[in-house]
């Protein structure tokens, strides 16, 4: 059976919530809808956080993402929202997205978010 979209990131316990430790993500294949030209917009985003009791889960994640694909949106405002779930999933301790989009119109586009202290999730 299919997979399809999905907005609603699922976790799992982790299994050292005693201990600081980094957990990367490289997601890239994202894409969305620009809103005001209807065209795709391609991008890498870039997820690094410290988890406290809970981490992300995989696939829900992939599924979260692919959810974008047919989603007009900013790219500030998509990876601010990226942020936010992550955020409301999983109280992380600390966490940092960017997202990395492609040329359009001769300029490229990063946009990075953080929650608590994720300096060192450079």
């Given at each position: 059976?299919?997979?399809?979209?999905?907005?609603?990131l699922?976790?799992?316990?982790?299994?050292?919530s005693k201990?600081?430790?980094?957990?990367?993500?490289?997601?890239?294949?994202f894409?969305?809808i620009c809103?005001?030209?209807g065209q795709?917009?391609f991008?890498?985003i870039?997820?690094?956080?410290?988890p406290?009791a809970?981490?992300?889960e995989?696939?829900?994640?992939?599924?979260y993402?692919?959810s974008?694909?047919?989603?007009?949106?900013?790219?500030?405002?998509?990876?601010?929202?990226?942020l936010?779930?992550?955020?409301?999933?999983?109280n992380?301790?600390?966490?940092?997205?960017?997202?990395?989009?492609?040329?359009?119109?001769?300029?490229?586009?990063?946009?990075?978010?953080?929650?608590?202290?994720?300096?060192?999730?450079?």
């Open positions: 059976m299919p997979s399809t979209p999905s907005t609603e699922q976790t799992f316990p982790n299994p050292a201990r600081d430790y980094v957990i990367a993500f490289d997601c890239p294949e894409t969305c809103p005001i030209t795709p917009d991008a890498t870039r997820i690094r956080y410290v406290d809970l981490c992300v995989l696939k829900s994640l992939k599924l993402l692919w974008y694909r047919d989603a007009g949106a900013f790219h500030e405002a998509v990876t601010n929202k990226i936010d779930d992550i955020v409301k999933a999983t992380p301790r600390a966490v940092r997205v960017e997202g990395a989009f492609l040329v359009r119109g001769g300029i490229t586009t990063t946009v990075i978010a953080t929650h608590g202290n994720a300096e060192a999730l450079r």
